[in-house]
């Protein structure tokens, strides 16, 4: 018999003691003093860990998730309103396709140290949809690294087509045509960047779950018809953006869905394999090229509403 279970046997106040000891260790842990916490860093990050492990957040947790939800805002705006040409968008203007447009969702994200602003909104024929916007904008200046996302969409070997103007130092403008393959109901591209902005678990699923709920069936394959404007901000610090994302459907017109060629052929080299395809995504590149200075007149609050032009707006997936 060793000392230790002698001394167990024969010191009960002893071992009633140690007993507790490990008792209190155990709910120490497990439900940590906030004063305890701040005093010693170490000890709230050890308590974390175990909060986290039993799935339950810790105060400082809270409060940071608490923050961040309040400064993050999601609405859902009646989608019976109906919206054509121009529509204030973040203290600009943004020009809509042709058609009636009804607003899906808007998102508000200010966690970021400046606020960004997202609207989409939904074009239908029949209840099929014939076109998607995602609308993005700053109202307070960035960091220039946070734009990059942006700016990698358009230079991405994925895409059908892309352009820049020149860059002059201040300012920087891109677009781009890249194909969306619709699957169980959610966005998928080879284009990682603008993957990241089609999966976007802040504002894509609930847009896309109303989509459903109101009855709008979106095409297997869309092509986004991507515009991206980033200057330096004229405070000196940071830079503002717009995008404005606009996905085409090649569906045709008619009460079943047809889209041109085959599943594999709405890809960069897929697309020399079906001359529709390919009609189509040049229809949708040189109707672009000519939409985006309307963009960039909205940007700088310069459109003349009354001059508007309704062969301009009429995209490749309008079908009047």
Known sequence: MSAFTRLWRRAPLWRTTLILTGVCSTFALLFPAPWLERSLPLYQRGTDKIGHMLGRESAAQKAADADNQGRRMVSQPPMDAQ????????????????GHWHPVLNYQDDVAHGELLTSLYVRSERGMVTGFIIAQATTQSLPSSDTQMWQDMCHNTFNFTAGDLPQDGNRTECWMTAPIKVVNNQFITSNQALQGLVSSPLFIPPALQRLSMMGFALPPVLVDAGWVHIEKSKSGNGVDFASVHIFVSPAQAGEHVTIPGAPEDWSKPGMNNSPDVADFVQRTSSWLQHWTPELRKGYTGALDTTAWSAILAADPGFHG
Request: proline share 19%.
């Open 83 to 98: 919206l054509e040409g121009v529509i204030p968008f973040a203290g600009r203007q943004l020009p809509l396709p042709a």
